[in-house]
């Protein structure tokens, strides 16, 4: 009987090893050098907790096995109400624990900020003085991933490529809403926003083709906003650039805007030319006709503002309606596509609730209006997309 209990606890875990055979362990066994680091702060944090938590569930079990009611030998001292020694320890212990996990935290964060240069390519070997970094702009589209090579004057959809041992440069954007750019291999994620520039610098240390994709929700084709990331040796690195050349096409405002446009399950694309600028203009969200660009908005703040003669500047920076107000195009919201929302409640703001009566006087200037009150001579305001 006691051979086949012991045989039957066996058989309960072998669909866990089952289970855990289908897992993707990529983030406890990277191929980057940054990911490595960001593996090993996650494994020193884990074994410095351990060392509370699990002598803490060992005492418990003890303590309720040894005092137990029917173990007689047990010291029964009910006048007991303090140890000096034990209470050195209780408090000693975690102290030392959490002093070392702060320490290496601490270190870990300034050590691994995405903004700051590589001085390594892995543990064994220091970046080579003549080594110069790969740079990548990385824009975020609905639903897709758009890759500007700007030292070799290509771009990429749903498909990036590095040389291995070559330090990375990103630079990262949004055309609409937030998203996350990760390569779990490579290192951690990176949120890509709309109007802002985030960095990352990487190096990936082993050839392979590894999964990228977006770690933030951002509307109906998230699941499938996902791209390959080539790790290639020099020659490899070259013949893939060659071969985006041979096989690309054009790469101008025109053909942004329509590529900008909401889509899912995006092939791969090449593009052999990429007009100046472009990558610029869409972080400050002006690639379409008519639009300022938000550093031009800037420099008008920072001279202290164009008086009244700015009002016309208001329709060159309206952002968020860009995608409602072209003809057929799919968006991620109910005004602007039609497309009935999942909810059986109707969404607010879709024109099927009463409009909100004011009954009380308006003071103020002539001319003023506040936000909601029924005005037929007032124009509606543009839907907005996001």
């Keep these: 009987m006691p051979e086949l209990l012991k045989f039957s606890r066996r058989l309960a875990v072998l669909p866990l090893f089952f289970v855990m055979a289908g897992c993707d362990m990529v983030v406890m066994s990277p191929s980057g050098d940054i990911a490595a680091q960001q593996r090993d702060l996650i494994v020193i944090s884990t074994i410095l907790m351990l060392l509370i938590i699990v002598p803490v569930v060992f005492l418990t079990l003890f303590f309720a096995w040894r005092y137990r009611r029917s173990n007689t030998n047990a010291t029964y001292d009910p006048e007991w109400h303090h140890s000096t020694a034990l209470e050195m320890v209780i408090w000693s212990a ?5 002093i070392a996990l702060g320490a290496v935290t601490w270190i870990s964060t300034h050590k691994l900020d995405p903004y700051r240069p590589l ?3 892995d543990a064994e070997r220091a970046i080579p003085a003549e080594a110069r970094p790969l740079n990548v702009e990385v824009v975020a589209l609905d639903w897709k991933w758009l890759f500007f090579y700007p030292d070799l004057g290509v771009a990429t959809v749903n498909e990036l490529a590095a040389p291995v041992d070559v330090p990375i440069r990103f630079k990262i954007t949004a055309s609409s809403v937030m998203n996350s750019f990760y390569i779990p291999a490579l290192a951690g994620q990176i949120y890509a926003m709309p109007g802002m520039e985030t960095k990352l610098h990487a190096v990936i240390n082993k050839p392979g083709e590894y999964e990228g994709f977006s770690a933030n929700y951002s ?4 699941s499938h906003m996902r791209f390959k990331f080539h790790g290639l040796d020099r020659q490899g690195f070259d013949d893939w650039v060659a071969r985006v050349k041979a096989q690309g096409t054009a790469l101008n405002r025109d053909a942004y805007l329509k590529l900008e446009k909401p889509s899912e399950r995006e092939p791969v694309r090449y593009y052999a030319a990429v007009e100046d600028g472009l990558y610029r203009a869409i972080l400050n969200l002006c690639v379409a006709p008519g639009k300022m660009c938000m550093e031009e908005m800037m420099h008008i703040d920072m001279m202290g503002g164009a008086g009244k003669e700015s009002a016309e500047n208001r329709e060159k920076l309206e952002y968020d ?7 057929g195009a799919p968006a991620a919201t109910h005004p602007a596509t039609g497309t009935p929302a999942r909810s059986q409640h109707e969404p607010q703001g879709t024109g099927a609730e009463e409009p909100m009566q004011h009954d009380m006087p308006m003071g103020g200037h002539e001319g003023h209006s506040m936000p909601g009150m029924n005005h037929e001579s007032d124009p509606a305001p543009p839907q907005l997309n996001h």
């Design 94 to 98: 975690p102290l030392a624990i959490i």
């Design 119 to 121: 001085d390594r390519l």
């Design 219 to 222: 509307g109906d084709g998230f």
């Design 321 to 327: 309606n860009r995608h409602s107000l072209a003809e």
